[in-house]
């Protein structure tokens, strides 16, 4: 039986191989997806430790109850004189302490390096080398030793064409400075951190920039020999106050490890969400490809049977056959995830976030949960079809009317498909629109289960659809259209699971163009309506706003009336991490315009309270004049009277003054600056004013109100252009499905277009009927992926109503852009079996069995 | 002189037809040499043992498998210059099948069946001459009936139906009483025999049931690949009395 199977495998390589690419790709992503992620954290542990060789232990302020809340934008400090503690120490060899903030640096055409990736980050410059993460490059200088003095990483040397003796602007969170550079540093052997760029100054000059005078961010220990690290680490906190902690450089590292496995979830997770998009189209395509190799082979089988076989023996040939075709598969898609984590590490590279040089981490874990996936999917879509083949009887053998697929009834069809789609929906909604826990799970499997309960009605409308959509084929092609059009309805099961598969693809696309057009269209309608101001300013920089001395020269600024800004941090408001903006209550008025209650604004002035978003105020039961716990990173904080409410969550939970922010937080800058034009000024004189001023502070993008709303559209549009990219994947997988229905439905009508062409059907003509039947079935998938994704799209828009995404959109023309595609891709998945078909030998197609 | 006369009134012919297959040691001849000619207005049966070359003949004839050596010619086209397109336009044309088996497009209807070669051309039909087919064909109340609908027999009447409509040069039909029963079979070789005399069509057919073969005006023998005796207005006895004096 065995045999059998590696025989049928064989026998149908061709329509197998196109089966196994779905399942090559879904293997591939996922395991991209971990080699990627193993060898990003491999080679930055590798790294990591060269630059901590020579430090034990660090001594740091105490991370506050969320440890992973204020990861590095509010790192905090401890006093200078620490040092003495620790130094006091038993087994301590050496300690020196150092200071860590923002410093971004300006190339010799004045644009910011950096900053919109990887960190921009500076640091005192360590006396004791052994100490230093960095190492001076071979003949390029030496390390700052008096203020004005800068060491810079070789990478951003490199690239910016910068040397020792040059010049260069530094923006810190102060108004911008020039240094000269005195060396060029290495991280061990590595020219780049992950693509951050470093600027380091001498201690006492680096405190003045980082506003950290008398303070430290962080101590280094060096233990003496025979101390260990988890020893002096002990030793050392227990000398120290509970603001301060001693970690080791092991433990420290690991937290980085961490903050860049994070950096770099939203790429796993986008890669294993394709993944399991590209298996799950997979299936479809595995099931349709087995059910009908098992009809086209229900002879030989009834023959197997006739023979002796044993119904769970034709079964276990079909399981067979699936997993030899899974595990090759598998194989290959492990083959070419790798190679995909190879592409996708080179496509971090060019876009600034630097991988360290090292080899590929392949481990066991991958390949197995890579085989696993691959395996248990074909054999899963293959089950059915193998169920199906064992029930073939052995007569049919010899009868040629039992061999062909018995109909069956269409309504368990139609009561199934009802009752899996209505699951699917209610599953969705609970997901969407109550508070679930797992909400996100809810939305997936709903989401899941909806397509499937989709498809299994497909068929019931296949007849239907295809007879409306094929209706002009016959007037314009005669024939040729007309045969196309009735293959399409002779098999609804067929052509719906070939179309259910590329339904998918379009229904997410769909699916992500509605979401897209929706945020767009509430970004802009949220952005005209909440600020009437004539300009914002904001920073290029991802980790860090706009410095406070850029605002303290627009509120110079002749021509510039009403200036106001707001701040933005991350606190705990009754012990969960929120983020919370600050705003000046005496001003944020004049420049903007959000739906705060009455006097929100003055109770907020008065009181030092909170202002919070209504829906949260709803789902707390919360309301005015109660008070909610905010802990501050650098201040505990405490109960804080919520003195108002604000409508739109466009900016934030909760809205404290810009008072309330300067004592929690350590970060000065602003997150967005708003500036009016006085009066009588002219707009473009305004404009030329401000736009002289961020001159000087490259990281800073001044922009009227239209620019604002195109900036947003943008990063929007590109967002989307990316998950479109992925799920245009899936779309190539559904294609390949239909090739392969095609083709297969081409074997099993050899003799019929065998006759076709005896009676005078030319090449052409049967192109054109195979290419129409293509199209009709990539257009049924496309009309049932926008019905399906509109749906999503509703559905999910309005769920997030409250959220500030108010406006439910349809990108009509992209929608109409997407079919015609559709139908272009379905003509180019007829290629194929069409020239197959055409190139039949008349004669053997005739005589064929 | 003779020759012009003769082409003039032949359908079809072949001359000096060879067609080899395979090569080596596996080398078969299934036509050796053959030359022969098809009358208009006349039922020709060929019929010869198993490997004669009869089915060989038929399709090298029909165009739809080409010559080692030799011509075939269709009314006056030589059919070994043409080009595939050119070759399936002239069946579509002047060429009718009538197959054992699967004559049918199973989507299709009975006269959408029958109408298919026009269908492909994109031609309309002559609406009498359809009319007196499916008359003639006794297959008026079924016309709307899909293949799987039809019996064996009425299926292959609207097979020679189909192979009729475009009013052909010529008509070849391949078996086609093979998988039916004596009076489905009667039915058809009688349909096929009058629209020879009646409609004064051509048909050329291959069979090696000798009461098919005496529907024919005229038989020709085939074995090894070339013609060994012609019979004119057949009986089956005298079919039989030939076949065993050929098998001698």
């Known amino acids: 039986m065995f045999r059998a199977a590696f025989k049928g495998v064989f026998a149908n390589k061709m329509r197998l191989s196109l089966t196994a690419f779905a399942i090559v790709i879904g293997v591939a992503f996922v395991a991209a997806s971990f080699v990627f992620t193993d060898t990003v954290s491999a080679r930055f542990d590798a790294l990591l430790e060269t630059t901590t060789t020579g430090v034990d232990v660090y001594v740091r302020p105490a991370q506050l109850a969320d440890g992973d809340v204020w990861q590095n934008t509010e790192v905090g400090s401890i006093p200078e004189d620490t040092i003495a503690s620790v130094l006091a120490t038993p087994g301590v060899r050496t300690a020196e302490g150092g200071v860590a903030g923002f410093a971004q640096l300006v190339n010799k055409e004045g644009d910011a390096i950096g900053g919109q990736g990887p960190p921009t980050l500076g640091y005192s410059w360590a006396i004791d080398a052994s100490m230093s993460p960095v190492t001076i490059k071979d003949g390029n200088g030496r390390g700052p030793e008096i203020p004005g003095e800068i060491v810079i990483d070789a990478n951003s040397a490199q690239a910016n064409d910068l040397a020792v003796g040059d010049t260069i602007a530094v923006l810190t969170i102060g108004a911008p400075e020039e240094f000269t550079i005195v060396g060029i540093a290495s991280f061990g052997e590595s020219d780049s951190l992950a693509g951050a760029t470093l600027a380091m100054f001498e201690l006492g000059e680096a405190q003045r920039l980082f506003d950290l005078e008398g303070q430290f961010s962080a101590i280094s220990v060096a233990a003496e020999p025979g101390v260990t690290p988890e020893e002096l680490a002990a030793d050392i906190s227990t000398t120290m106050n509970g603001d301060i902690e001693a970690v080791t450089a092991e433990q420290s590292n690991d937290e980085q490890l961490d903050v860049i496995s994070e950096g770099l979830g939203f790429l796993n997770i986008a890669l294993l969400a394709f993944a399991a998009v590209a298996v799950f189209v997979g299936a479809f395509i595995i099931s349709n490809t087995f059910r009908i190799i098992v009809a086209q082979r229900t002879r030989e089988l009834a023959l197997l049977r006739a023979v002796g076989a044993?119904?769970?023996?034709?079964?276990?040939?079909?399981?067979?056959?699936?997993?030899?075709?899974?595990?090759?598969?598998?194989?290959?898609?492990?083959?070419?995830?790798?190679?995909?984590?190879?592409?996708?590490?080179?496509?971090?590279?060019?876009?600034?976030?630097?991988?360290?040089?090292g080899p590929l981490t392949l481990l066991p874990r991958t390949v197995i949960v890579g085989m696993t996936v691959g395996l248990v999917v074909t054999i899963v879509s293959a089950l059915l079809p193998a169920r199906k083949a064992a029930r073939v009887p052995p007569v049919a053998a010899m009868r040629e009317e039992l061999a062909r697929p018995q109909r069956r009834s269409l309504h368990v069809r139609a009561v199934t498909g009802s009752v899996t789609v209505g699951v699917g929906i209610a599953a969705l909604l609970i997901g969407l629109f109550t508070s679930v826990s797992g909400d996100i799970w809810f939305v997936a499997i709903g989401a899941l289960v909806f397509f499937l309960g989709v498809?299994?009605?497909?068929?019931?409308?296949?007849?239907?659809?295809?007879?409306?959509?094929?209706?002009?084929?016959?007037?314009?092609?005669?024939?040729?259209?007309?045969?196309?059009?009735?293959?399409?309805?002779?098999?609804?099961?067929?052509?719906?699971?070939?179309?259910?598969?590329?339904?998918?693809?379009?229904?997410?696309?769909?699916?992500?163009?509605?979401?897209?057009?929706?945020?767009?269209?509430?970004?802009?309608?949220?952005?005209?309506?909440?600020?009437?101001?004539?300009?914002?300013?904001?920073?290029?920089?991802?980790?860090?706003?706009?410095?406070?001395?850029?605002?303290?020269?627009?509120?110079?600024?002749?021509?510039?009336?009403?200036?106001?800004?707001?701040?933005?941090?991350?606190?705990?408001?009754?012990?969960?991490?929120?983020?919370?903006?600050?705003?000046?209550?005496?001003?944020?008025?004049?420049?903007?315009?959000?739906?705060?209650?009455?006097?929100?604004?003055?109770?907020?002035?008065?009181?030092?309270?909170?202002?919070?978003?209504?829906?949260?105020?709803?789902?707390?039961?919360?309301?005015?004049?109660?008070?909610?716990?905010?802990?501050?990173?650098?201040?505990?904080?405490?109960?804080?009277?919520?003195?108002?409410?604000?409508?739109?969550?466009?900016?934030?939970?909760?809205?404290?003054?810009?008072?309330?922010?300067?004592?929690?937080?350590?970060?000065?800058?602003?997150?967005?600056?708003?500036?009016?034009?006085?009066?009588?000024?002219a707009i473009a004189d305004a404009r030329a004013a401000i736009d002289g001023v961020a001159a000087e502070y490259p990281n800073v993008k001044v922009q009227n109100k239209s620019e604002l709303v195109a900036d947003a559209e943008m990063q929007i549009d590109q967002m989307?252009?990316?998950?479109?990219?992925?799920?245009?994947?899936?779309?190539?997988?559904?294609?390949?499905?239909?090739?392969?229905?095609?083709?297969?439905?081409?074997?099993?009508?050899?003799?019929?277009?065998?006759?076709?062409?005896?009676?005078?059907?030319?090449?052409?003509?049967?192109?054109?009927?195979?290419?129409?039947?293509?199209?009709i079935i990539a257009l049924f998938g496309a009309v049932m992926g926008v019905g399906v994704g509109l749906f999503l799209g509703w559905a999910v828009v309005r769920a997030l109503a409250e959220s500030g995404l108010g406006l439910f959109a349809v990108p009509v023309s992209q929608i109409v852009v997407l079919v015609l595609l559709a139908a272009l891709a379905g003509m180019i998945a007829a290629i194929y079996p069409s020239w197959k078909a055409s190139r039949l030998n008349v004669l053997e197609a005739i005589a064929y069995e | 002189m003779l020759e012009a006369l003769l082409s003039t009134e032949a359908a079809a012919r072949i001359r000096g037809g060879t067609k080899i297959y395979g090569g080596g040691d596996a080398e078969i001849r299934a036509l050796d040499d053959i030359s022969a000619d098809f009358k208009r207005g006349q039922f020709t049966a060929i019929m010869g043992p198993s490997g004669s070359g009869k089915s060989t003949l038929l399709h090298t004839l029909a165009g739809l498998d080409d010559l080692t050596e030799g011509s075939v010619y269709i009314g006056e086209t030589e059919l070994g210059t043409l080009k595939d397109r050119d070759l399936t336009i002239l069946r579509r044309e002047q060429v009718g099948f009538v197959f054992q088996a699967f004559n049918l497009i199973p989507t299709l209807n009975a006269a959408e069946n029958i109408l298919l070669p026009l269908s492909i051309a994109g031609s309309k039909p002559d609406q009498e001459w359809y009319d007196t087919v499916v008359g003639a064909v006794g297959l008026s109340d079924r016309l709307d009936h899909r293949p799987s609908e039809l019996s064996g027999g009425q299926q292959q009447r609207v097979a020679a139906a189909r192979a009729l409509v475009s009013k052909p040069e010529i008509v070849f039909a391949d078996e086609p009483s093979g998988n039916l029963d004596s009076v489905a079979s009667g039915e058809l070789l009688d349909f096929m025999r009058t629209a020879v005399r009646e409609f004064d069509q051509t048909i050329v057919m291959v069979t090696h049931d000798p009461i098919a073969a005496s529907y024919a005006d005229r038989i020709i023998f085939l074995d090894d690949g070339d013609v060994v005796d012609e019979m004119i207005d057949p009986t089956p006895d005298s079919i039989l009395e030939q076949m065993k004096h050929l098998g001698a």
Do not use: C, H
């Not at chain 1, 799920?727 to 229905?741: K, M, P, S, Y």
């Not at chain 1, 076709?756 to 195979?770: D, H, S, T």
């Open chain 1, 720 to 775: 989307l252009v990316f998950f479109t990219g992925l799920l245009f994947l899936a779309i190539i997988i559904a294609v390949l499905g239909i090739t392969n229905t095609l083709a297969l439905a081409i074997i099993e009508r050899t003799r019929e277009i065998g006759l076709l062409r005896a009676v005078g059907m030319v090449r052409r003509q049967v192109r054109r009927m195979i290419r129409w039947e293509a199209v």
């Open chain 1, 310 to 357: 044993t119904a769970k023996q034709v079964t276990w040939m079909v399981v067979v056959e699936a997993l030899i075709v899974g595990f090759v598969a598998s194989v290959i898609g492990i083959g070419v995830g790798v190679l995909l984590a190879i592409g996708l590490a080179a496509a971090m590279n060019a876009f600034g976030f630097n991988m360290p040089e």
């Open chain 1, 455 to 681: 498809s299994i009605i497909a068929p019931l409308a296949a007849d239907p659809v295809a007879a409306v959509l094929g209706w002009p084929l016959p007037k314009m092609f005669g024939v040729a259209g007309q045969l196309a059009q009735d293959n399409t309805r002779r098999q609804p099961r067929r052509t719906a699971s070939t179309a259910s598969a590329l339904m998918i693809g379009v229904a997410l696309v769909v699916f992500v163009a509605v979401f897209g057009a929706s945020i767009k269209s509430s970004v802009s309608s949220s952005v005209t309506d909440s600020f009437p101001g004539d300009f914002s300013a904001q920073s290029t920089n991802f980790a860090v706003g706009v410095s406070p001395a850029f605002t303290e020269e627009v509120r110079a600024l002749t021509e510039i009336g009403d200036v106001s800004t707001v701040k933005i941090g991350v606190a705990l408001v009754e012990g969960e991490s929120t983020s919370i903006i600050a705003v000046d209550p005496t001003t944020i008025d004049t420049v903007t315009s959000l739906d705060v209650s009455p006097g929100a604004y003055e109770a907020l002035e008065e009181t030092n309270g909170v202002l919070v978003v209504e829906s949260l105020l709803d789902e707390n039961a919360w309301s005015i004049g109660d008070s909610v716990t905010i802990e501050y990173p650098q201040n505990p904080g405490g109960p804080t009277e919520i003195v108002g409410t604000i409508a739109s969550e466009n900016f934030g939970n909760y809205v404290i003054t810009e008072s309330a922010y300067i004592v929690g937080f350590s970060n000065p800058t602003d997150y967005l600056v708003f500036a009016n034009s006085v009066d009588g000024v």
